[in-house]
C-alpha cells in the first residue's frame, strides 16, 4: 500500500486548519453509537453511556476546558467552502479504500 495518498490528506486537512487559523485538540472518530443515539433523539452519553464513543467524549471534555488559548475561527464563505470540500472529496477518491 501507498502512502502517498495520506501525505496529500493530511496536507489538506493541515491547509483546512491554516486557512480558518483553528487548530485540533483531539480527532474524535465518528462510531454508528451516534447515528444510533441520534436515531433515538438523545446525545451518546445519554443513550450509550458505556459506550467507547462516550469514553471518548468524556476524555476530551477536560481537554477542551483546559484550552487556554481563545480564539474565534476565520470562516470559509460559501464558496470557499464549496471549494475546499471538491478538492478534499477528489483527495478522498484516491484512498485505496475507494478504489477497490
Do not use: C
Not at 65 to 94: F, M, Q
Amino acid at each position: 500500500m501507498s502512502f502517498r495518498p495520506f501525505y496529500y490528506i493530511i496536507r489538506k486537512y493541515n491547509y483546512f486548519l491554516i486557512i480558518t487559523q483553528t487548530r485540533v485538540v483531539e480527532y474524535v472518530p465518528r462510531l454508528v453509537v451516534v447515528t444510533q443515539a441520534e436515531l433515538q433523539g438523545k446525545t451518546t452519553v445519554e443513550a450509550s453511556p458505556n459506550s467507547e464513543q462516550a469514553g471518548i467524549y468524556r476524555r476530551l471534555a477536560p481537554k477542551i476546558i483546559e484550552t487556554i488559548e481563545l480564539k474565534v475561527p476565520s470562516p470559509l464563505d460559501t464558496a470557499e467552502l464549496r471549494a475546499w470540500a471538491a478538492a478534499w472529496a477528489d483527495h478522498l477518491l484516491v484512498l485505496p479504500v475507494f478504489n477497490r
